[in-house]
């Protein structure tokens, strides 16, 4: 069975609750769901990823039939959702998650994928009762058995504790990131908080972020920011100097309208305000610039990066600004956890999940410059 290649999305029947296993059987620890990047990474599906073929992060989250209990607007995942469809058959960052055994999932690893080997993995937890729990079982045997591959923690803060961050540390895990999403008090709680019936708090969040930066230090934590929720540019990268400042990385998403979430009808990121943020984001991280030295128009967008000409081109031409931002693998500045197209179709790549060539960068120039050129790859432009 074969996916798209436009979306990355098809019927998937590796441990489908219609196929093989019953939806209420399928419960972390002894189950974990995957990115559908993984599970072809991993040779559990067939398929092609456009332009790549593999990715280094085997992204897995954390399961149970009960689902996730928050209900962010923007998130697949969300509680609204449950009586619309299975919780183990919905999409999240517009793909599917297949479900696996954690065990079987192991022993693949170990014997090295059909298509590359994992530099990085990711435990993604959900709002539920069981996951503090169960997130630490799933860390521990991997630890175990895998030692050799560094463990990332997406983390749910509203249910953690101060300790539970230093149990995550102390039992191996090397970066703990939170998905703070929204880049001020007013969108997070208009998308996460109790405006839509949701548990998390802003100031929790940021707790939990402070916790990070003192439990697992400087370049071992982050947090993830989704641009185009509403915010400006300076806003949101306020927010990244501030991470920066703490010691941390900013994991950057644009934002794509989840088909199903609360808000499927808002329009995606605008390019061009993406793209500037895309580089002043990696200006902040990777090469020593700072918001002070940036300059901003009354709409809050960048009209200076604080480079002088000849850097910014360089960074430019570079293309790694442009690459999917996450936890780090074997290089530092690129991302083990490439998440192939999981905020845009390969028809419109917003985070590139591969280096860029030189007709990849003319797109993103174009895109940064407010030309409008459509939902085309890159690679079919003259």
């Known amino acids: 069975m074969s996916v798209s290649a436009d979306n990355m999305t098809a019927p998937l029947n ?6 093989f296993v019953k939806t209420p059987e399928m419960r972390s620890p002894e189950y974990v769901q995957m990115s559908t990047a993984a599970a072809i990474s991993l040779g559990l599906i067939e398929g092609q990823m456009h332009r790549t073929s593999c990715t280094h992060c085997l992204n ?8 996730c209990r928050a209900n962010c607007s923007y998130c697949g995942l969300a509680r609204h959702r449950e009586e619309s469809r299975d919780y183990a058959d919905r999409n999240f960052i517009r793909v599917d998650w297949p479900t696996a055994r954690y065990d079987d999932v ?8 059909d298509k590359g080997a994992f530099e990085r993995m990711c435990i993604s937890m959900i709002t539920h009762p069981d996951s503090d729990a169960d997130t630490l079982v799933l860390l521990r045997k991997w ?5 050799h591959i560094p463990v990332s923690i997406l983390s749910n ?3 953690m ?12 895990a090397e970066i703990f990131t939170v998905a703070l999403d929204a880049v001020t008090p007013e969108i ?5 908080g109790k405006t839509v019936d949701s548990p998390h708090s802003w100031d929790k969040y940021w707790q939990a972020i402070e916790w990070a930066a003192e439990i697992f230090g400087p370049e071992k934590f982050g947090a993830h920011l989704i641009c185009g929720m509403g915010e400006t540019e300076q806003e949101i990268l306020t927010v990244a100097q501030r991470i920066r400042d703490m010691g941390g990385h900013n994991h950057m998403f644009a934002f794509f309208p989840e088909q ?5 009808d808002w329009a995606p990121v605008p390019r061009d305000q993406w793209r500037r943020v895309q580089l002043a984001r990696f200006i902040i991280d990777y090469a020593g610039g700072h918001l002070r030295d940036m300059r901003f128009n009354s709409a809050g967008q960048v009209v200076d990066f604080g480079l002088n000409q000849a850097e910014l081109e360089a960074l430019i031409d570079s293309g790694k600004p442009f690459q999917t931002s996450g936890c780090p693998g074997k290089d530092d500045e690129i991302s083990a956890c490439n998440r192939p197209y999981g905020d845009s179709t390969p028809s419109d790549i917003l985070s590139f999940p591969f280096a860029l060539n030189d007709k990849d960068v003319s797109f993103v120039r174009r895109q940064m410059a407010g030309e409008d050129i459509g939902t085309l790859d890159p690679e079919a432009l003259d």
Do not use: C, H, N
């Open 157 to 159: 803060p509203t249910t």
């Open 260 to 264: 199903g979430s609360m808000m499927q």
């Open 106 to 113: 192991i022993e693949r690893v170990k014997a090295g994928g």
């Open 14 to 19: 590796f441990y489908k609750p219609d196929y």
């Open 143 to 147: 630890v175990e058995a895998l030692p």
């Open 161 to 172: 504790s101060y300790q539970d961050l230093v149990t995550l540390r102390d039992e191996g």
């Open 188 to 192: 997070f709680e208009r998308t996460r």
């Open 60 to 67: 897995l989250l954390v399961t149970y039939p009960e689902g």
